[in-house]
């Protein structure tokens, strides 16, 4: 009987064993959620360089699975049900909509989110404890949005009246627009902010155009990365001089853009995706905060627009599109 007992505990622990090794041979599978469309997204180039750095092979040892709504954030939670079903080892969810939504879809799949404010928004109890299954980056882009106006009254000196671009469905974004509302009468800024989401765009691209502003800005909300191209378009259309949180956006066309280091977010993203491949619960890796920041100035448009930018803005640009 012992010896019966023996040889079925060895068969069983020798199954065990390939089991293990079966699936470390399998390849780890990363879902990408994002709520703008596909095309132009430094957080995915960042990230497949961050995998690389740690050793993993797309197609080889990882499999990056990706999914976007096109800036429709109703399709969000059927996209991230796809990725849970294949099924994926972690969730990278890209901006606050695509982490929210991720969050209320599955509470076992660690998630690398990244948001505005992570905090504010609800998705983690603290940065330093973010408990749960979620952790990442936090860019607090509302930190930085008065920037935003202080760059464009520096390369438009006699700006006067801005319009601002949100969603108001995203309390980051809210808290981004009231921080700047409160700066700008001391930049002599007089600022207007319409909503832009996807089913208000043309009223609002309408009323900007009959409002007199001489200047627009964009804030870092996923709704409106989906919509730079047009922005962009109309932009020139009207000559108004642009800044925004996107850092694609000056190669769209736009004047200006101050963000984080989207490429930089996404490496960080992909140290965190393989310490939670190696055993890392996300409840015990604090949400980091974003550090670099980029200033990218399209001189081609500024041209167009009949702008001369100050030399000493565009020695602080890390970038300048000529």
Not at 16 to 36: F, H, K, N, S, Y
Not at 182 to 198: K, N
Not at 290 to 312: M, S, V
Request: proline content about 7%; aromatic content about 4%.
């Amino acid at each position: 009987m012992k010896r019966r007992a023996f040889i079925a505990g060895c068969i069983a622990s020798t199954v065990a064993a390939r089991a293990r090794a079966a699936d470390r041979q399998r390849p780890a599978r990363i879902g990408l959620i994002a709520l703008p469309a596909r095309a132009n997204n430094p957080i995915l180039d960042g990230l497949r360089q961050g995998l690389a750095e740690e050793g993993y092979v797309e197609g080889g040892n990882v499999v990056l699975e990706q999914r976007y709504a096109g800036g429709d954030a109703a399709l969000l939670p059927g996209l991230i049900d796809e990725l849970l079903a294949l099924p994926v080892d972690v969730l990278v969810a890209q901006g606050t909509p695509a982490s929210l939504a991720a969050k209320r879809q599955t509470t076992s799949v660690p998630i690398v989110i990244l948001s505005g404010d992570p905090v504010g928004a609800g998705l983690v109890s603290s940065l330093a404890r973010p408990g749960g299954n979620l952790t990442g980056t936090s860019i607090l882009s509302g930190d930085y949005s008065v920037k935003w106006l202080q760059l464009l009254k520096e390369a438009v000196p006699r700006l006067q009246r801005v319009a601002v671009l949100w969603n108001p469905d995203n309390t980051v974004i809210a808290a981004e627009v009231v921080g700047m509302k409160e700066a700008a009468p001391g930049l002599a800024l007089d600022l207007v902010a319409f909503p832009a989401r996807p089913k208000e765009i043309d009223a609002s691209l309408a009323a900007i155009a009959a409002a007199e502003v001489s200047g627009l800005v964009l804030t870092d909300d996923a709704v409106i990365d989906s919509l730079l191209p047009r922005i962009a378009d109309f932009a020139a259309e009207r000559r108004l001089p642009t800044i925004g949180g996107f850092s694609h956006y000056p190669s769209l066309g736009g004047l200006m853009c101050y963000s984080v280091d989207f490429i930089a977010v996404g490496r960080k993203s992909a140290s965190y995706v393989d310490r939670i491949l190696k055993g890392a619960r996300p409840a015990d890796l604090p949400v980091e905060q974003a550090t670099d920041f980029t200033l990218r100035i399209n001189l081609k448009t500024a041209k167009a627009l009949g702008l001369e930018i100050p030399p000493n803005l565009l020695a602080r640009a890390d970038e300048v599109i000529e």
